[in-house]
């Protein structure tokens, strides 16, 4: 009997954990995607960057099954119902998958288990997204670290070859099978589906998209720990997306970051080190999708009502009157990234200008990134909201105009997404407001003023941490 690979967050034919397994311990080795209505059914609009880099990522690696003598099954439905079912049709005897650490994503895999071994089918799960997962990095009392800095020196103290070598997928290929249900991907239309602007970002999609980005930025990775705060220069790597959706494997980039051992690498390698920080964190505390890290600053007062909604709203549209908080937030709505120095700033600026809770921010991202992953967007959150582990301090308050002029000197970002601000004149640019009123009325016409004082915003946020709970 064969074995069934379900793909999920891992859309690649190379360096994969589950299919290696598969193909190595079984003669006959089908591949399947089901596009979860669990999931889309649940997304706020019917078109959808994100649907479309999956789509895109799947005919991809169709092909690349195809080339090798297999096929990839594409479902649409509910996955927890698909694939039990497909796993029957198809006569397997194992259904092998890799880990998803999401409480949503264990419990589906959990109901799946569950009936695949009704119908004496086996499932067989991996390690595939991380280096180190769940329990494999422990404080010396064995329990889960809370503090990044130590865990990141755990880790890299267990780091070595084996944990970073790729899985040789191709030594077994011979096992694949193209089973006469796969059909080919569905259209977004037949998905329910528009288009989006995808194709007009020009982002490289699929595993070769992938392989380009990387080979693009190992030319710059010296200058990374530099380059990666300032969003006009192209300093980081543009690899999230591809890494949400595994079309890139994370063993691959991590051998490299090692191998290069720059200043430049190190604080890349770190990076990756956060990534599975946040996969660990929400892994053992789920509690952190909807709660603060920090049981006491879930009794903060944030603002709500009517006028907090309004702030809100002028947040998401990019219109705060704050230049680097609107061109950033413009990113976003235009091309699903936003730079990370920006994420910070953004996400500091509704939580701690506007006083709004930080989980009304989270789902914002949520809803409008690319490279949306609930471990690190949550984390993300939480820390420039102070209420994390691991967070900012809640009294360190980024001052927007600063954080502008510190990283965006000559305004190039901003200047990039907000044409409206063309006639402002460098110095003013990053607080446009100092020109007086009559100034910018007549050179930035359309351009609002800010919607807070940040002085003002300051000391109430300090009150708000303080206030005891
Ligand atoms: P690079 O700088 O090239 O980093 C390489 C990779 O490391 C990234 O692709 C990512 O996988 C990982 N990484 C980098 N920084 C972090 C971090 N702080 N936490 C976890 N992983 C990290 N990242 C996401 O992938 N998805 C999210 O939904 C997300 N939401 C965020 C929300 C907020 C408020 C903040 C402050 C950060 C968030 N991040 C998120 C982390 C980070 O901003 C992005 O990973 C990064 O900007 C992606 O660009 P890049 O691939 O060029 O990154």
């Not at 995808?198 to 720990?225: H, N, T, V, W």
Request: proline share 5%; charged share 20%.
């Amino acid at each position: 009997a064969g074995a069934l690979v379900w793909f999920r967050r891992d859309l690649r034919d190379h360096d994969h954990a589950a299919l290696y397994h598969a193909l190595r311990s079984h003669q006959r080795v089908f591949c399947a995607f089901v596009f979860d209505t669990a999931i889309l059914d649940a997304l706020p609009s019917r078109s959808d960057r994100r649907v479309e880099f999956i789509r895109e990522s799947l005919v991809a690696l169709d092909e690349a099954l195809r080339g090798q003598g297999g096929a990839l099954i594409v479902r649409h439905g509910v996955a927890a119902d698909e694939i039990p079912a497909l796993a029957q049709t198809l006569g397997v005897a194992t259904v092998f998958t890799n880990h998803d650490y999401e409480p949503d994503a264990i419990a589906r895999d959990t109901a799946v288990a569950q009936r695949l071994q009704g119908m004496g089918i086996g499932f067989e799960t991996f390690k595939d997204q991380v280096i180190f997962e769940r329990d494999e990095v422990l404080t010396q009392a064995g329990k889960p670290f809370g503090v990044f800095t130590p865990y990141k020196n755990a880790w890299l103290r267990k780091l070595n070859d084996f944990y970073v070598r790729s899985y040789p997928v191709e030594r077994y290929r011979q096992h694949l099978v193209a089973s006469p249900l796969a059909q080919g991907v569905p259209t977004l239309e037949a998905l329910g589906f528009a288009p989006t602007n995808l194709a007009s970002l020009r982002m490289p999609l699929g595993m070769a998209g992938a392989q380009s980005l990387f080979d693009d930025f190992l030319e710059r990775i010296e200058d990374y720990k530099v380059a990666r705060d300032f969003p006009a220069i192209k300093g980081v790597s543009y690899l999230s997306t591809h890494l949400r959706f595994g079309t890139i494997s994370i063993r691959q980039l991590a051998r490299a970051a090692l191998q290069r051992g720059n200043a430049g690498a190190e604080t890349w390698l770190s990076e990756l080190v956060w990534r599975d920080f946040y996969q660990q964190i929400l892994f053992h505390h789920p509690h952190v999708i909807s709660h603060a890290w920090k049981a006491e600053y879930d009794d903060i007062v944030w603002e709500t009502g009517p006028a907090a909604d309004a702030l809100l709203l002028a947040w998401c549209e990019a219109r705060t009157g704050y230049p680097i908080v609107d061109a950033a937030m413009r990113q976003l709505n235009q091309t699903g990234y936003m730079h990370n120095r920006l994420r910070m700033v953004t996400a500091s600026f509704l939580t701690k200008d506007l006083g709004i809770h930080w989980l009304r921010g989270e789902r914002y991202f949520a809803q409008h990134l690319n490279d949306y992953d609930l471990a690190a967007n949550n984390g993300g959150w939480q820390w420039a909201a102070s209420t994390g582990c691991d967070a900012q301090p809640y009294f360190r308050i980024f001052n927007p105009v600063s954080q502008s002029e510190r990283f965006d000197p000559q305004g190039k970002f901003i200047r990039r997404y907000l044409p409206e601000l063309a006639q402002v004149p460098d110095k003013y640019l990053h607080a446009p407001w100092t020109l007086g009123a009559l100034e910018l009325s007549r050179l930035a016409p359309d351009y609002p003023p800010p919607i807070v004082d940040h002085a003002e915003a300051r000391e109430m946020t300090l009150a708000r941490f303080k206030r005891p709970s």
